[in-house]
């Protein structure tokens, strides 16, 4: 099993969905990451939402709709170097910031976006 996919069950699909908009709250203020999507963050925000649901533990809705969710594969049209994945985690933590998290569920929280921010880097 996942080691992630408690998350689900402890925070609840609400707070994964406040964490999803939170974020891109954060990113529509950061102009970096910003010019990397489309005018209207809906849709970026409801793939997220699923997928973060599906990650942690929740419905598989996201692999239903989507299929396999291939991260890598799917953000490589992208130059995502260290500089990008910090604004990233930045808005990441940020919105995590907003939710009231125990203290050992936001640092597994933390540690599945870390390692999956580092993980999406596909340039030096």
């Avoid at 609400?14 to 963050?41: C, M, S």
């Avoid at 419905?59 to 604004?87: A, C, N, V």
């Amino acid at each position: 099993m996942n080691p992630f996919q408690s998350i689900y069950e402890l925070v609840g699909e609400d707070q994964i969905r406040q964490l999803t908009h939170h974020f891109y709250q954060e990113v529509a203020k950061n102009q970096t990451l910003r010019n990397l999507y489309p005018e209207d963050l809906a849709p970026a925000e409801n793939r997220l939402f699923l997928f973060l649901l599906q990650v942690f533990g929740g419905p598989q809705t996201y692999s239903e709709q989507r299929g396999h969710p291939r991260l890598k594969m799917r953000h490589f049209d992208w130059e995502i170097d260290e500089s990008m994945r910090d604004h990233w985690l930045n808005c990441m933590l940020t919105a995590m910031d907003t939710l009231d998290l125990d203290q050992n569920l936001r640092e597994l929280m933390l540690g599945y976006f870390i390692k999956v921010a580092n993980h999406m880097v596909n340039h030096a």
